[in-house]
């Protein structure tokens, strides 16, 4: 449990990028450095958590702290993934509260961004390897790739990709082929029960979390203006660790330590349910055919839709010739000397710091 707590303890402090890159680098950590699973049970766990509610790097951390210390591991790889970065983004919200703006990260993440690309780009490689088994499956995640740059919603693109592996599974067996502070009429029972539904309810990136918060706490309650919702997101993902500990800056903001700790906890806790009852039915499913069929489908199209994020985030991320530049190193020293992704991440950050000293 002290390797798990250690190992999370240190990615919700270091882990930039989103959801895409902190699987991306738990891959490196528990596939590649630590040997704690293989390529293949790692995107089974991957698979298994795009079927679930909740923030799925969070539950990544879950799942994989339970794999490797049971239920003390499940606890502390989550717990422990998310305080560092519920942490900063508390003293973010306090300094937002104090001095009525957020602090500016940009000099940090233009050094930052392009390196997190290139760790996504290397660790979907070695997944891809696994997960795509022939070429139907990897004609699944071509599609769900192309789909999702359309828009296509992301759970859809899931069972879809499962449904259809089950078909041509079906379609094989009869000789045909086989698939590869507290503010005005703020309640913190009411902020808690919010934050719960929303982790028991939400699928999807950090916009469609911006759906429901805007619902919820702008349009129904009205606690919060859209420039205040804003902030809260943009917090949420230049911090590291899960984006979802932007309730924790939403809770410090209507009800200060009370309300950040509770927001917290209720938009977290689903998630360590779900991991839990979920967990012990993934060798099932995987010891099943069809079943079996239905995962590498869901497997294939959620590495089609980390793809399609990560081409997203690579066009706001290398704007010039010095991010590129930045992204092509970081992918060559992963590549040819396993560099830790961790060195990586101070690295850029250097970078971006020395560019602003001269400019």
């Not at 895409?20 to 490196?28: D, G, K, L, N, P």
């Not at 630590?34 to 679930?52: C, H, K, M, P």
Request: charge should be positive; charged fraction near 10%; glycine fraction near 12%.
């Amino acid at each position: 449990m002290r390797e798990v707590a250690w190992l999370f303890l240190k990615l919700g402090t270091i882990a930039f990028g989103g959801p895409a890159a902190h699987i991306a680098m738990m891959r490196e950590e528990v596939v590649r450095r630590r040997r704690w699973l293989s390529d293949e049970q790692f995107v089974d766990l991957l698979g298994a958590t795009n079927l679930i509610p909740g923030p799925n790097s969070t539950e990544m951390a879950i799942h994989l702290g339970f794999l490797r210390a049971g239920w003390p591991g499940l606890i502390a790889g989550g717990i422990c993934f998310i305080v560092p970065a519920m942490l900063i983004v508390l003293g973010c919200a306090w300094l937002y509260v104090r001095y009525g703006a957020r602090p500016e990260a940009g000099w940090f993440l233009y050094g930052v961004k392009p390196v997190i690309i290139a760790i996504v780009v290397q660790a979907m490689w070695g997944l891809l390897r696994s997960a795509v088994k022939g070429y139907l499956l990897g004609a699944i995640s071509v599609v769900t790739l192309m789909l999702s740059l359309l828009g296509a919603n992301e759970i859809a693109l899931l069972l879809g990709g499962g449904v259809v592996a089950v078909l041509l599974t079906t379609v094989g067996s009869r000789g045909v082929a086989a698939p590869l502070g507290l503010g005005a009429g703020v309640g913190l029972t009411t902020l808690f029960l919010v934050f719960l539904k929303i982790g028991s309810v939400l699928y999807g990136s950090g916009y469609v979390l911006l759906a429901f918060l805007r619902h919820d706490f702008v349009d129904r309650l009205g606690w919060l203006t859209d420039r205040q919702l804003l902030d809260a997101i943009a917090i949420g993902q230049v911090t590291p660790g899960p984006v979802f500990t932007t309730a924790t800056f939403i809770g410090y903001v209507l009800g200060g330590v009370p309300g950040a700790a509770l927001a917290t906890l209720g938009i977290f806790l689903p998630s360590f349910v779900f991991v839990a009852l979920s967990h012990p039915l993934v060798p099932k499913i995987r010891a099943s055919r069809r079943a079996g069929a239905f995962l590498d489908g869901v497997n294939v199209a959620a590495l089609g839709l980390m793809a399609a994020v990560t081409w997203q985030l690579g066009r706001a991320a290398i704007v010039d010739l010095t991010t590129a530049a930045l992204a092509l190193v970081a992918l060559a020293l992963l590549l040819r000397f396993k560099l830790n992704s961790a060195w990586l991440v101070l690295g850029g950050s250097a970078v971006g710091a020395a560019l602003r000293l001269r400019g």
